[in-house]
T-cell receptor, first 118, second 113 residues
Framework: QKEVEQDPGPLSVPEGAIVSLNCTYS??????FMWYRQYSRKGPELLMY????GNKEDGRFTAQVDKSSKYISLFIRDSQPSDSATYLC??????????????????FGQGTILTVHP | DGGITQSPKYLFRKEGQNVTLSCEQN?????MYWYRQDPGQGLRLIYY???????QKGDIAEGYSVSREKKESFPLTVTSAQKNPTAFYLC????????????FGPGTRLTVL
């Protein structure tokens, strides 16, 4: 069983829809959670990060973490064709509040391919 | 402009040849990483380096080698020992050891003919 599981999609939605992207994980030591967006043949770019359970909002994007269920989500409101990309969740065992240093090993989900059509 | 650059963007190699992928950053980041991305498998860590002249193996280091002689440079060599080298290779860097967010370069697509 992989440490992080992510629905691979592909996911196709009409413009303006609300999109929900999800990852589950098995390692309860994961404390720091990130979402990256990757356009075709480009490097991933950081969208959001969080280290606490609950919601974090940034414009049309909301990251949700439920540590008790080992489940994280990214919601995109009013989706646009420019949101069409692969979305990767990533997580690590040591966050900035845990003290010490980390070599920064991120464990990634497989990525979800999203297409928003006009 | 600050950022991470990788070159070349596309690389073709014959079987049995070694090839070196370049990664340079001018962000003054301490730590640097190499990942490999294959369809449907997410990103897997090859090597990482927290400081100059020091590096460690990641999850899939076999068939790869790295060096870290300068803070801004972390080249990756794909050797002939790597059995399935065709992939998209991504370099990343991190501000400092207690900062978890990594920033990625644009990637190099390696194809073995």
């Amino acid at each position: 069983q992989k440490e992080v599981e992510q629905d691979p999609g592909p996911l196709s939605v009409p413009e303006g829809a609300i999109v929900s992207l999800n990852c589950t994980y098995s390692n309860s030591a994961f404390q720091y959670f990130m979402w990256y967006r990757q356009y075709s043949r480009k490097g991933p770019e950081l969208l959001m990060y969080t280290y606490s359970s609950g919601n974090k909002e940034d414009g049309r994007f909301t990251a949700q973490v439920d540590k008790s269920s080992k489940y994280i989500s990214l919601f995109i409101r009013d989706s646009q064709p420019s949101d069409s990309a692969t979305y990767l969740c990533a997580m690590t065992t040591i966050g900035p509040n845990a003290g010490g240093t980390s070599y920064g090993k991120l464990t990634f989900g497989q990525g979800t391919i999203l297409t928003v059509h006009p | 402009d600050g950022g991470i650059t990788q070159s070349p963007k596309y690389l073709f190699r014959k079987e049995g040849q070694n090839v070196t992928l370049s990664c340079e950053q001018n962000l003054n980041h301490d730590a640097m990483y190499w990942y490999r991305q294959d369809p449907g498998q997410g990103l897997r860590l090859i090597y990482y380096s927290q400081i100059v002249n020091d590096f460690q193996k990641g999850d899939i280091a076999e068939g790869y080698s790295v060096s870290r002689e300068k803070k801004e440079s972390f080249p990756l060599t794909v050797t002939s020992a790597q059995k399935n080298p065709t992939a998209f290779y991504l370099c990343a860097s991190r501000v400092r050891a207690d900062e978890e967010t990594q920033y990625f370069g644009p990637g190099t697509r390696l194809t073995v003919l």
